[in-house]
């Protein structure tokens, strides 16, 4: 996820673990599905900004394919990238306000999003996405919720390192005022260090949540020509509803 403020600690001094709570195993269907939405654009699309990369694990599997430069809030966390991602280019911004002073063939930006609690947080975004994006280019975002489909929901997972190192997480989701734009994750974290030492962290986030025709609009008044698209994919949950976005050619 990770643009998100830096005073989360998941995404700070938890960073380091972040291999062993979301592996970028299990990225690879998610990433192949984004890359088939990255080649909607009307120009060939080769090199690639993304907004939001976290731990890098998109970009483990998109730079086979892509010249990816990839920009997060967290130092932490591009730190934990670059060491999985050294030939993509890193840079430490907020997704609200980076320039970069170039142009790409496609701008992505996955569940990063997700931190984006307001309408003008989100229509920073997208001016953000828009202003690094070529004529002819698109721009992808795949939140993890849009009002219309979101249910509360509970998870768990985690994973183990050959150094005797695990982390066992919890997480749980819900809204508690559907009359406002943001819901709420709680999230649980054991983590059990090399020498069998074992920390509860807990903490709750505060995401944002969007109808489809506020996205819609949004990406249109950013002079994007937007469809919203059903995620194809094989995991226990439902497909989200992603948005590309393409920007005209003049």
Same mark, same amino acid.
């Given at each position: 996820?990770?643009?998100?403020?830096?005073s989360y600690?998941?995404?700070?001094?938890?960073?380091? $673990?972040?291999?062993?709570?979301?592996?970028?195993?299990?990225?690879?269907?998610?990433?192949?599905?984004?890359?088939?939405?990255?080649? &909607?654009?009307?120009?060939?699309?080769?090199?690639?900004?993304?907004?939001?990369?976290?731990?890098?694990?998109?970009?483990?599997?998109?730079?086979?394919?892509?010249?990816?430069?990839?920009?997060?809030?967290?130092?932490?966390?591009?730190?934990?990238?670059?060491? !999985?991602?050294?030939?993509?280019?890193? %840079?430490?911004?907020?997704?609200?306000?980076?320039?970069?002073?170039?142009?790409?063939?496609?701008?992505?930006?996955?569940?990063?999003?997700?931190?984006?609690?307001?309408?003008?947080?989100?229509?920073?975004? !997208?001016?953000?996405?828009?202003?690094?994006?070529?004529?002819?280019?698109?721009?992808?975002?795949?939140?993890?919720?849009?009002?219309?489909?979101?249910?509360?929901?509970?998870?768990?997972?985690?994973?183990?390192?050959p150094d005797? %190192?695990?982390?066992?997480?919890?997480?749980?989701?819900?809204?508690?005022?559907?009359?406002?734009? $943001?819901?709420?994750?709680?999230?649980?974290?054991?983590? &059990?260090?090399?020498?069998?030492?074992?920390?509860?962290?807990?903490?709750?986030?505060?995401?944002?949540?969007?109808?489809?025709?506020? $996205?819609?609009?949004?990406?249109?008044?950013?002079?994007?020509?937007?469809?919203?698209?059903?995620?194809?994919?094989?995991?226990?949950?439902?497909?989200?509803?992603?948005?590309?976005?393409?920007?005209?050619?003049p």
């Open positions: 996820m990770p643009d998100a403020p830096v600690r998941f995404y700070g001094e938890l960073a380091d $673990w972040w291999p062993l709570i979301s592996p970028p195993e299990e990225y690879e269907e998610e990433a192949a599905f984004a890359l088939t939405l990255l080649r &909607r654009a009307s120009r060939p699309v080769q090199e690639v900004l993304e907004l939001g990369s976290g731990g890098g694990h998109n970009a483990f599997h998109l730079k086979e394919e892509l010249d990816l430069t990839l920009v997060d809030l967290s130092e932490a966390m591009l730190d934990v990238s670059r060491r !999985i991602n050294p030939q993509c280019a890193h %840079r430490q911004g907020d997704m609200r306000a980076v320039r970069l002073g170039r142009q790409f063939d496609a701008v992505f930006i996955h569940d990063a999003v997700d931190y984006m609690v307001s309408e003008d947080d989100l229509r920073r975004v !997208i001016q953000t996405a828009t202003e690094h994006c070529r004529p002819g280019g698109v721009v992808v975002v795949m939140p993890d919720h849009t009002r219309e489909a979101f249910q509360p929901s509970t998870g768990h997972g985690g994973h183990d390192a005797g %190192r695990g982390v066992r997480y919890l997480d749980w989701t819900w809204d508690p005022d559907p009359a406002d734009s $943001w819901i709420l994750t709680a999230y649980v974290f054991l983590l &059990r260090g090399a020498d069998g030492s074992v920390a509860a962290i807990d903490e709750v986030h505060r995401l944002g949540l969007f109808g489809e025709p506020e $996205w819609l609009e949004l990406l249109a008044a950013a002079g994007l020509d937007a469809t919203a698209v059903t995620e194809v994919t094989s995991e226990d949950r439902a497909p989200r509803r992603c948005f590309v976005a393409r920007r005209p050619a």
